[in-house]
């Protein structure tokens, strides 16, 4: 028996990690969390393992900040998430160019337990605006945005200039509890555009803020909708209808028969006026215009006759004499 014992021993020693992880790997992930939170609590040293391992990646401990003020600096970024713990690095992203803040920017703590605690509650206000975070690697998809934020997100029109994003907030809260919003501001000058955006984390809540019909803040009536719709209404409003060309009239040579109905003629432009007629004494007058639908089409300039030798009976044409073999 006591051999058998010292054997079971010297395996486990010998090929201990293997032998666990092969007691491990059937057990669901639940049943594991439970079992290492245990041994945690039990051992001290399991928990600054278990913490170690987890900080490890930058990943768990990285935050993604949307939603600031054009004049939030990465100072005052970091002053509004160092109350979670200790901040390894932090900054506002700005434009390359103009070097103004692109209203988003990134915390990175030194673990991960800062981490989740600032998770526990992404809403936060800064600078007048109410920020939301996540985890960075989750980019855009944070928790808070589910495939219902169509119907949470409203759209607040009518807003007074001097209408904050705290008094926007505090106005729609009594609807329900607010995930985020703020007042627009204008990149360039940092004032207020007359509207601002508020979404629920229920659907409840924003329906109740649809329907209710005190909406005077600031002295003004507001408009409330949803997001989507301001957004679609935007759309189209920007893409520009179809033109469709006017005809333009054009003139016809002289000697062709104009259309019955010629539509009016553009400003700025004229028809051709008829010539007058050619007084020169040296060369004869140039012959009449062709008739009607002739096939010889005539030139606003007269052609210089072809002198040929002229025929033994002159003919009369306009007090000049005119030969039939002349051009």
Same mark, same amino acid.
């Given at each position: %028996?006591?051999?058998?014992?010292?054997?079971?021993?010297? !395996?486990?020693?010998?090929?201990? =990690? !293997?032998?666990?992880? $092969?007691?491990?790997?059937?057990?669901?992930?639940?049943? &594991?969390?439970?079992?290492?939170?245990?041994?945690?609590?039990?051992?001290?040293?399991?928990?600054?393992?278990?913490?170690?391992?987890?900080?490890?990646?930058? *990943?768990?401990?990285?935050?993604?900040?949307?939603?600031? *003020?054009?004049?939030?600096?990465?100072?005052? &970024?970091?002053?509004?998430?160092?109350?979670?713990?200790?901040?390894?690095?932090?900054?506002?992203?700005?434009?390359?160019?103009? !070097?103004?803040?692109?209203? @988003?920017?990134?915390?990175? @703590?030194?673990?991960?337990?800062?981490?989740?605690?600032?998770?526990?509650?992404?809403?936060?206000?800064?600078?007048?605006? +109410?920020?939301?975070?996540?985890?960075?690697?989750?980019?855009? $998809?944070?928790?808070? =945005?589910?495939?219902?934020?169509?119907?949470?997100?409203?759209?607040?029109?009518?807003?007074?200039?001097?209408?904050?994003?705290? %008094?926007? &907030?505090?106005?729609?809260?009594?609807?329900?509890?607010?995930?985020?919003?703020?007042?627009?501001?204008?990149?360039?000058?940092?004032?207020?555009?007359?509207?601002?955006?508020?979404? @629920?984390?229920?659907?409840?809540?924003?329906?109740? *803020?649809?329907?209710?019909?005190?909406?005077?803040?600031?002295?003004?009536?507001?408009? =409330?909708?949803?997001?989507?719709?301001?957004?679609?209404?935007?759309?189209?409003?920007? =893409?520009?209808?179809?033109?469709?060309?006017? /005809? %333009?009239? +054009?003139?016809?040579?002289?000697?062709?028969?104009?259309?019955?109905?010629?539509?009016?003629? /553009?400003?700025?432009?004229?028809?051709?006026?008829?010539?007058?007629?050619?007084?020169?004494?040296?060369?004869?007058? /140039?012959?009449?215009?062709?008739?009607?639908?002739?096939?010889?089409?005539?030139?606003? @300039?007269?052609?210089? /006759?072809?002198?040929?030798?002229?025929?033994?009976?002159?003919?009369?044409?306009?007090?000049?004499?005119?030969?039939?073999?002349?051009?």
């Amino acid at each position: %028996m006591e051999e058998l014992k010292k054997r079971k021993a010297d !395996e486990l020693g010998n090929d201990s =990690v !293997e032998h666990l992880r $092969s007691l491990l790997d059937p057990l669901p992930k639940s049943q &594991l969390l439970d079992l290492l939170a245990k041994l945690g609590s039990q051992y001290p040293s399991i928990a600054e393992e278990i913490k170690s391992v987890a900080s490890a990646d930058p *990943a768990l401990r990285k935050l993604f900040v949307r939603g600031l *003020a054009w004049n939030t600096t990465s100072e005052t &970024l970091c002053a509004a998430f160092e109350e979670h713990g200790e901040i390894e690095e932090g900054a506002v992203i700005t434009d390359k160019v103009t !070097e103004k803040s692109r209203g @988003y920017g990134f915390i990175t @703590y030194k673990d991960m337990e800062s981490a989740q605690i600032a998770l526990k509650d992404p809403s936060k206000m800064i600078d007048g605006r +109410m920020a939301v975070c996540n985890l960075a690697c989750e980019g855009l $998809s944070s928790t808070t =945005v589910t495939g219902d934020q169509a119907q949470r997100k409203l759209y607040i029109g009518g807003l007074s200039p001097d209408t904050t994003s705290e %008094m926007l &907030l505090s106005f729609f809260s009594r609807h329900g509890e607010i995930d985020e919003g703020s007042v627009a501001y204008s990149k360039d000058t940092n004032r207020s555009r007359g509207f601002g955006f508020v979404t @629920y984390k229920t659907v409840e809540g924003a329906k109740k *803020a649809l329907d209710d019909p005190q909406r005077i803040l600031g002295g003004r009536n507001l408009t =409330v909708k949803l997001a989507d719709n301001y957004k679609s209404k935007v759309t189209q409003a920007q =893409v520009p209808g179809s033109v469709v060309p006017m /005809p %333009m009239p +054009m003139p016809l040579a002289p000697g062709y028969p104009q259309a019955q109905r010629t539509p009016a003629a /553009p400003v700025g432009y004229s028809y051709p006026q008829p010539m007058a007629a050619y007084t020169n004494p040296t060369y004869p007058s /140039p012959p009449p215009a062709a008739p009607p639908y002739s096939a010889q089409p005539q030139f606003p @300039y007269p052609q210089y /006759p072809v002198k040929k030798e002229p025929q033994t009976t002159p003919a009369l044409l306009g007090g000049y004499p005119y030969y039939v073999g002349n051009q």
